[in-house]
């Protein structure tokens, strides 16, 4: 990231935390940076990269069923992938161009990623910016 990326922390509902601490996703690991040139996500040991302006979409989503809202997961309907520590309300991140995340090596790329960080407005009004603020 280069200088004036902000960073959107993920909302952790607290019955979810301790299962979540177990992969390795805890506050301190687990955030959105935006920036003019890159979009970073990182949750626990996954992360996605992309350029910003691969991103070309963003809707808001949820609430969600726990079980289709915690953790990471693919979907099997467009193969997006969904970082969740929230059943709240979350931001679906579509891309021009797939993008790798769950699995290492990259030979599995994502349209679209799905976040839930704790204030979506504000990340989709960064994203909607031309220099990410």
Avoid: K
């Amino acid at each position: 990231m280069t200088g004036g990326a902000r960073r959107f922390g993920f909302r952790f509902d607290p019955v979810f935390r301790p299962a979540l601490a177990l992969f390795g996703v805890r506050p301190a690991t687990a955030w959105v940076d935006v920036d003019a040139a890159e979009l970073v996500i990182r949750f626990g040991p996954w992360r996605l990269r992309t350029a910003r302006r691969n991103v070309v979409g963003v809707a808001p989503t949820g609430p969600y069923r726990w079980w289709r809202g915690i953790g990471t997961r693919l979907s099997l309907a467009d193969a997006g992938v969904t970082f969740a520590s929230s059943t709240a309300a979350g931001l679906c991140l579509r891309f021009a161009e797939p993008v790798p995340a769950l699995l290492p090596g990259g030979w599995l790329r994502h349209p679209g990623a799905t976040v839930t960080v704790a204030d979506p407005d504000a990340l989709a009004r960064a994203l909607a910016a031309p220099d990410g603020d």
